[in-house]
């Protein structure tokens, strides 16, 4: 063999590169994926809250569902208006101040009258009724229209009043297809009312 020669055992392997590091190398990809981390965050903690605060939401919907599963029971179409009312009040919102307080009072008086009607009204054994809950027939049938973009049946309002106080003779003799257009009208509103923000 010729010494000049290498043999197959001389030779040796090249050393790899060092691995090329994921890591962004500029400060403007640091900036950028800060920006990002937090954009995540934002819109996490918004729809997070978002979920918590449609609870009410959810649970008048599982409620609903129970009820129209019984909607052959009196009781169930009894517990509609008191449901849609119960949503109403649930609402976040903070404007509940624009309704009536009670009937023949105004919604806003001077600052004396305001303190009066606290006094009167925190020596009652239950307080007047605020917001919704004070809400009547046309007055009702306004606030749940504003509340939703598609149009209501013109009647809902009164539909609601004679499943709360008519005689029992009455709901029993309401056709299926009635009960059933109802509780669609109901299921409907609580899935697409909006809140004022």
């Known amino acids: 063999m010729n010494p000049a020669v290498p043999s197959i055992d001389q030779l040796k392997e090249m050393a790899l590169p060092a691995p090329v590091s994921y890591a962004p190398q500029t400060w403007g990809w640091w900036a950028l994926l800060t920006l990002l981390v937090l954009s995540l965050l934002l819109v996490s903690a918004r729809r997070y809250r978002q979920w918590r605060r449609d609870r009410y939401r959810r649970e008048a919907l599982a409620r609903l569902a129970e009820l129209q599963q019984r909607s052959n029971d009196l009781n169930a179409l009894r517990?509609?208006?008191?449901?849609?009312?119960?949503?109403?009040?649930?609402?976040?919102?903070?404007?509940?101040?624009a309704f009536p307080v009670g009937a023949g009072l105004p919604a806003k008086a001077s600052c004396q009258s305001t303190s009066i009607l606290n006094v009167m009204a925190s020596s009652r054994a239950s307080p007047l009724p605020q917001g919704p809950a004070a809400l009547g027939n046309k007055d009702w049938q306004a606030f749940l229209q504003r509340h939703i973009s598609q149009p209501l049946p013109a009647d809902f309002s009164q539909q609601l009043s004679l499943l709360a106080y008519a005689p029992d003779a009455t709901l029993r003799a309401m056709p299926n297809e009635q009960r059933q257009l109802l509780f669609g009208t109901c299921k409907t509103w609580v899935e697409r009312h909006h809140v004022a923000a």
Request: glycine share 0%; no cysteine.
């Open 79 to 97: 517990e509609l208006p008191e449901l849609l009312k119960r949503v109403a009040l649930s609402m976040p919102s903070s404007n509940w101040n």
